[in-house]
């Protein structure tokens, strides 16, 4: 035992691990807010993407039994031969393919987020208990 190493020491070392396990706890209760938007997004962004793959679009032209959109969803039909259906700028692949991107970085950084608020949450939890991590 080195001299700086007092009972006195130790004993306010130990004072301080019920403040930082606190912080911890709060710390993890942000985060986990922060990825509960990212995931509310995600999921946004997903719905957004899946409507815009498969939704029929454009005029709607009128049969014997039923109205319908003249153009079909990406999904359906990925390369649409009217010149109409390929104005609608949102339905063409380059744009699809943005909004898939967004979705999928939403969708990492909800996941990630939840790791770390789980990880601090249980590294909260060790520090209030008295369990120290090994060195």
């Known amino acids: 035992m080195e ?3 007092t ?3 130790v004993s306010v070392l130990e004072d301080t691990a ?3 396990a606190e912080k911890q706890a709060r710390d993890a209760r942000r985060i986990e807010g922060w990825s509960i938007a ?3 997004l995600a999921m946004l962004v997903w719905g957004c993407f899946i409507f815009l793959m498969v939704a029929d ?3 709607e032209a009128s049969s ?3 109205t319908h959109a003249v153009c079909q969803g990406p999904l359906g ?3 649409p031969q009217d010149r109409i259906c390929r104005s609608d700028e949102l339905r063409q692949w380059p744009a699809l393919m943005g909004i898939l991107a967004l979705a999928s970085v939403a969708t990492v950084t909800a996941a990630a987020t939840m790791v770390y608020a789980k990880v601090l949450a249980r590294l909260a939890h060790s520090v209030g208990c008295g369990v120290r991590p090994q060195s």
Do not use: F, H, T, V
């Open 77 to 79: 039909d990925p390369s």
């Open 38 to 40: 990212w995931m509310l």
């Open 57 to 59: 679009y454009g005029p």
């Open 7 to 9: 009972p006195q020491a």
């Open 3 to 5: 001299a700086d190493e």
């Open 64 to 66: 014997y039994k039923r």
């Open 18 to 20: 019920p403040e930082r």
